[in-house]
């Protein structure tokens, strides 16, 4: 200060006072324990909501939301935002990964839901306003076979959606990645410890251009056409992949 009060002497304002943080709740549920929401209350009553989802890892996010960043909110300003993400970030001695990463956007996001909600205007209108007027979203077909996901793949073009991901079985394997059981499928990790596959990347980069080649010929080119291998290529196979998509 220029009259060379500290700032700690100031006091507090009574808007402050209203965004000190009072409570931290972790909820983990539905479906099964896949889905963690951060809820963290203030003393002026306003509730913030974040996301801290880490399907198949829920429970370690949740723990450390819990035991480590939790007891260090309470009676911090909720205002201060970035000051509670450096904090967050740079005070643990491991930093980054998925786990600590995933629980420290899940209280950024709530403070952003706090500020928003204190400010008396949608969150994205205090981030800089609306730069788009919808988004673009993306079914998941997925069959035992090629004939099968091209069933599915008509199924999602029907509705609407103008992308589409696209998962097959692979001939010679109990299991593919992205295919599931029952309609409208939705894909959580394992809730415990991850199921043991037998794989075959060379079968698997034979069989994929086959799908697509079939849903090109029956589905047109209207569409944007998506597949998911998730981390079982090497970068050598991904782009082996994408290559033998070329025309």
């Not at 839901?113 to 919808?134: F, T, V």
């Not at 673009?136 to 793949?153: K, S």
């Amino acid at each position: 200060m220029a009259d060379g009060t500290p700032l700690s002497d100031l006091g507090a304002t009574s808007s402050q006072k209203e965004r000190e943080i009072t409570n931290v709740r972790v909820n983990v549920c539905s479906p099964g324990r896949n889905f963690v929401t951060l809820v963290i209350e203030t003393k002026g009553g306003v509730v913030g909501y974040g996301d801290a989802t880490l399907n198949g890892r829920e429970l370690a996010v949740a723990s450390y939301l819990t035991d480590h960043l939790a007891p260090n909110l309470i009676g911090r300003d909720a205002g201060q935002i970035e000051d509670i993400w450096q904090f967050f970030y740079r005070g643990a001695y491991w930093r980054r990964g998925p786990v600590t990463m995933t629980a420290i956007a899940a209280v950024d996001t709530a403070l952003w839901d706090i500020k928003a909600k204190m400010a008396g205007m949608p969150l994205y209108q205090l981030l800089g306003g609306r730069s788009r007027d919808g988004v673009l979203v993306y079914g998941h077909a997925n069959g035992r076979d090629i004939e099968h996901t091209l069933d599915e793949v008509l199924k999602y073009k029907d509705m609407g959606y103008r992308a589409i991901r696209a998962q097959t079985g692979v001939p010679g394997l109990d299991t593919a990645y992205g295919v599931g059981k029952g309609e409208m499928f939705y894909e959580p990790a394992d809730s415990t410890l991850p199921e043991e596959q037998v794989w075959d990347t060379r079968t698997y980069l034979t069989h994929v251009p086959k799908l697509f080649e079939r849903l090109r010929d029956k589905a047109g080119t209207d569409i944007a056409l998506l597949h998911a291998g998730h981390h079982r290529m090497t970068p050598q196979e991904a782009a082996r992949l994408g290559k033998s998509h070329d025309p």
